[in-house]
């Protein structure tokens, strides 16, 4: 495995990140064409991720070698659910989005940035960390599972 540290992400880690972004843009317009848009896009611009770093309650995690090339990210949100009317005072740590980059995969990378986001979730006393996966994308649900994460909820289509 590569000497990796997983830190929280800098403005200099934009381009890395960016790349990383448009695989898993490509990869989702891959699994469903009919809702993700072909080559070239991303879920974030440069400018996005200039204000998601900047921001504490979407802190966003890399994993960089000693040269601080980037490897992987995991990007989070911080959700609170005070004074409902039917759900439970809570605080979840949401994984928006997490990426390993294929030339790094099967070396514990993704783990690592997962102990991460749990390390980052008790410090800052949230319940729970939760996250969607896209059924067509078999690899991750895997991974999660094998990460310890269940199934909350189901989205479901009808496709007309």
Excluded at 54 to 72: K, L, R
């Amino acid at each position: 495995m590569k000497n990796i540290t997983i830190r929280g992400a800098d403005y200099k880690d934009i381009p890395d990140i960016m790349r990383l972004l448009v695989y898993i843009a490509q990869l989702h317009h891959s699994g469903r064409p009919d809702i993700f848009k072909e080559e070239g896009s991303s879920k974030y611009s440069s400018d996005d991720l200039v204000k998601i770093i900047a921001n504490d309650n979407t802190p966003v995690f890399v994993a960089a070698d000693e040269n601080d090339s980037i490897y992987g990210y995991a990007f989070c949100i911080v959700k609170e659910t005070i004074d409902n009317i039917l759900l439970c005072n809570r605080k979840v740590l949401y994984l928006d989005d997490l990426c390993v980059d294929t030339s790094a995969r099967g070396q514990g990378i993704g783990r690592l940035l997962i102990e991460k986001v749990k390390f980052h979730g008790r410090n800052i006393g949230a319940n729970s960390i939760e996250l969607n996966v896209w059924n067509f994308n078999k690899s991750a649900i895997s991974f999660y599972e094998h990460c310890g994460f269940n199934v909350l909820k189901s989205t479901m289509e009808l496709n007309l």
